[in-house]
């Protein structure tokens, strides 16, 4: 049970190949965790963050981000409407998490 929604974007150190439709490996993976109390904004909200990390340069720039503090604001550069941030970060290097807490769901 949490109360409001959380993210954490990971860059790994190795390329997992998940025979994706694009057969491109994965470097990147952004999780979502979402209130079930919240469930009427999740979508709006996904679809957002996928319209972001859909964008070539925001995937280019996040990989090339040597701190949490550049890899967000990447991830702020680009509107989000329908979420604000209070964030929390550790360091951002391959296989380490950048934890960024939502609120407003």
Same mark, same amino acid.
């Given at each position: 049970?949490?109360?409001?929604?959380?993210? &954490?974007?990971?860059?790994? =150190?190795?390329?997992? #190949?998940? #025979? %994706?439709?694009?057969?491109?490996?994965?470097?990147?993976?952004?999780?979502? +965790?979402?209130? =079930? &109390? =919240?469930?009427?904004?999740?979508?709006?909200?996904?679809?957002?963050?996928?319209?972001?990390?859909?964008?070539?340069?925001? *995937?280019? *720039?996040? *990989?090339?981000?040597?701190?949490?503090?550049?890899? +967000?604001?990447? +991830?702020?550069?680009?509107?989000?409407?329908?979420?604000?941030?209070? +964030?929390?970060?550790?360091?951002?290097?391959? %296989?380490?998490?950048? &934890? *960024?807490?939502?609120?407003?769901?």
């Amino acid at each position: 049970m949490i109360s409001s929604p959380a993210a &954490s974007l990971t860059r790994l =150190a190795q390329l997992i #190949d998940f #025979d %994706g439709p694009n057969d491109d490996p994965v470097d990147l993976i952004y999780t979502i +965790l979402w209130p =079930a &109390s =919240a469930t009427s904004a999740f979508l709006p909200a996904l679809s957002q963050i996928c319209r972001l990390l859909r964008a070539s340069q925001v *995937r280019a *720039r996040l *990989r090339q981000a040597r701190t949490s503090d550049e890899a +967000l604001a990447i +991830l702020e550069a680009k509107p989000v409407p329908a979420i604000s941030t209070n +964030l929390h970060t550790c360091c951002f290097e391959p %296989g380490v998490l950048v &934890s *960024r807490h939502l609120s407003n769901a």
